[in-house]
């Protein structure tokens, strides 16, 4: 039974507490389980009733990103995903407007080629060449929608200067049209960003933040269970105990290696994160249990899923 909410934005409150199977899909994407703390629940439901967008920083491969479809999965509201890029404009986000098949199609309505009315009409509405940008269609959805903003310190640093307005009064204006859009109904709007630059004071002002802390031991084996095994509400759903041993080693090795990692390098480079844990976990959970629990005594197996460089690769063999 799908037990998701679709209430007014005012009712709404993310738990969660509720949780897809394992299997499920929406719009073609897989959308997985997802375990929040109880600060980080709290810190979306501000952003929910405060109509503010929540800044999510952390290290890469922590879980920011997943976030926005576990809230939208259980609140039952439409996803969308705005991958920023270094050439990356605000305008991009909001619309664009093709000004070359405007110019075309009145080159040939010029010279006759074109005598449907009902075509004449189309080339003569401005509206014809505009298309919504992620943040434009969640503006004017006519429902409640969750925008992820994904890596927002990829662009240039004007670029979220340039959202201000938009962010701040959930409006825009399309020139062409001559029209001023304002939101249906405010999206839920999360931001994420791995600190590569620092971002304006008047852009972080407008927004709520959180850090996402990385996830202890025991946090991690819920992750691995929740990913590979499902959970309920009241989190029955648990393996058997050959895989319950298997996830305990998988987890104590990782974060072992983890711990040498920020031991030698500190905050220099990429440690290991939580999404190579779980890809780690899925290869080895194909093999014999026993062989595997054998090779983790030694040294690690398919290191190439977690080490990511071979300065690592040196570090870790060194310490063997």
Same mark, same amino acid.
């Given at each position: 039974?799908?037990?998701?909410?679709?209430?007014?934005?005012?009712?709404?409150?993310?738990?969660?507490?509720?949780?897809?199977?394992?299997?499920?899909?929406?719009?073609?994407?897989?959308?997985?389980?997802?375990?929040?703390? &109880?600060? $980080?629940?709290?810190?979306? #439901? *501000? @952003?929910?009733?405060?109509?503010?967008? /929540? %800044?999510?920083? !952390?290290?890469?491969?922590?879980?920011?990103?997943?976030?926005?479809?576990?809230?939208?999965?259980?609140?039952?509201?439409?996803?969308?995903?705005?991958?920023?890029?270094?050439?990356?404009?605000?305008? &991009?986000? $909001?619309?664009?407007?093709? #000004? *070359? @098949?405007?110019?075309?199609?009145?080159? /040939? %309505?010029?010279? !006759?080629?074109?005598?449907?009315?009902?075509?004449?009409?189309?080339?003569?509405?401005?509206?014809?060449?505009?298309?919504?940008?992620?943040?434009?269609?969640?503006?004017?959805?006519?429902?409640?929608?969750?925008? $992820?903003?994904?890596?927002?310190?990829? @662009?240039?640093?004007?670029?979220?200067?340039? %959202?201000?307005?938009?962010?701040?009064?959930?409006?825009?204006?399309?020139?062409?049209?001559?029209?001023?859009?304002?939101?249906?109904?405010?999206?839920?709007?999360?931001?994420?960003?791995?600190?590569?630059?620092?971002?304006?004071?008047?852009?972080?002002?407008?927004?709520?933040?959180?850090?996402?802390?990385?996830?202890?031991?025991?946090?991690?084996?819920?992750?691995?269970?929740?990913?590979?095994?499902?959970?309920?509400?009241?989190?029955?759903?648990?393996?058997?105990?050959?895989?319950?041993?298997?996830?305990?080693?998988?987890?104590?090795?990782?974060?072992?290696?983890?711990?040498?990692?920020?031991?030698?390098?500190?905050?220099?480079?990429?440690?290991?994160?939580?999404?190579?844990?779980?890809?780690?976990?899925?290869?080895?959970?194909?093999?014999?249990?026993?062989?595997?629990?054998?090779?983790?005594?030694?040294?690690?197996?398919?290191?190439?899923?977690?080490?990511?460089?071979?300065?690592?690769?040196?570090?870790?063999?060194?310490?063997?």
């Amino acid at each position: 039974m799908d037990n998701r909410v679709n209430q007014p934005m005012s009712n709404q409150r993310y738990t969660g507490k509720v949780h897809p199977p394992t299997d499920h899909k929406e719009n073609g994407q897989r959308v997985y389980p997802y375990l929040p703390s &109880d600060e $980080l629940v709290e810190a979306v #439901n *501000l @952003a929910i009733i405060l109509q503010r967008p /929540l %800044l999510l920083q !952390g290290e890469p491969g922590c879980g920011k990103t997943k976030l926005a479809q576990a809230v939208a999965y259980e609140l039952g509201l439409p996803y969308l995903c705005w991958t920023i890029k270094s050439t990356s404009r605000a305008q &991009d986000g $909001l619309y664009t407007y093709n #000004n *070359l @098949a405007r110019l075309r199609d009145s080159q /040939l %309505l010029a010279l !006759g080629q074109i005598t449907d009315p009902e075509e004449i009409r189309r080339i003569k509405d401005p509206k014809t060449y505009v298309e919504l940008g992620k943040l434009g269609e969640a503006f004017l959805s006519d429902k409640t929608t969750v925008l $992820l903003i994904d890596e927002i310190d990829k @662009a240039d640093i004007d670029f979220p200067n340039d %959202l201000l307005l938009e962010l701040d009064e959930k409006r825009f204006t399309i020139p062409e049209m001559k029209k001023e859009k304002t939101a249906k109904h405010p999206p839920i709007i999360l931001i994420t960003s791995n600190q590569e630059r620092d971002l304006p004071d008047a852009f972080l002002r407008r927004c709520l933040f959180h850090y996402i802390e990385f996830p202890n031991k025991e946090r991690l084996i819920e992750i691995i269970i929740a990913r590979f095994f499902g959970v309920t509400e009241d989190k029955s759903t648990i393996p058997d105990p050959d895989e319950n041993q298997l996830i305990q080693e998988v987890v104590a090795k990782f974060s072992e290696l983890r711990e040498l990692l920020d031991k030698e390098k500190g905050q220099r480079g990429k440690n290991i994160s939580t999404s190579e844990l779980i890809d780690w976990f899925d290869v080895l959970r194909r093999y014999p249990h026993d062989e595997v629990l054998k090779q983790l005594q030694g040294k690690l197996p398919y290191l190439g899923v977690l080490l990511k460089s071979w300065d690592d690769h040196r570090l870790y063999l060194s310490k063997l």
